[in-house]
């Protein structure tokens, strides 16, 4: 059984910083793809970032491009996402997913990860 634990979300104000972790259970954490979505009240899960199994590869939706950024420590069993200069858009609920996706056009797609994580809320105030 495969679990993900998010941590690190909190109330910000805007312009400020927040890293979250995300934890994962078992053996094979080094052979996923690991991915942070979120998904805003009223709106659809959208992809965030990424991170190739070999951490060489990452990935950022171009609102967070220059902003985020995404790293995993395969030792740990844990991926990153440091979010900097944040804004009141970025509040949502930031959810970790691991899979096994590959490719541009598969690893901002919510449907092809495996693994969630419960989700951990970030509010940026302005």
């Known amino acids: 059984q495969v679990q993900l634990v998010e941590s690190g979300g909190g109330l910000v104000q805007a312009g400020g910083s927040l890293s979250l972790s995300c934890a994962v259970s078992?053996?094979?954490?080094?052979?996923?793809?690991m991915g942070w979505f979120r998904q805003a009240p009223g709106k659809e899960r959208e992809f965030v970032a990424c991170?190739?199994?070999?951490?060489?590869?990452?990935y950022y939706a171009d609102s967070v491009k220059g902003r985020f950024s995404i790293s995993r420590d395969n030792a740990k069993s844990t991926v990153y996402l440091q979010m900097n200069s944040l804004e009141p858009k970025d509040t949502a609920v930031y959810y970790c997913?691991?899979?096994?996706?590959?490719?541009?056009?598969?690893?901002?797609?919510?449907?092809?990860?495996?693994?969630w994580g419960q989700g951990t809320q970030v509010t940026v105030s302005s």
């Open positions: 997913a691991a899979g096994y996706a590959s490719g541009r056009s598969a690893i901002v797609r919510a449907n092809l990860y495996d693994y």
């Open positions: 078992g053996r094979t954490f080094g052979a996923y793809t």
């Open positions: 991170i190739m199994s070999s951490g060489g590869s990452t």
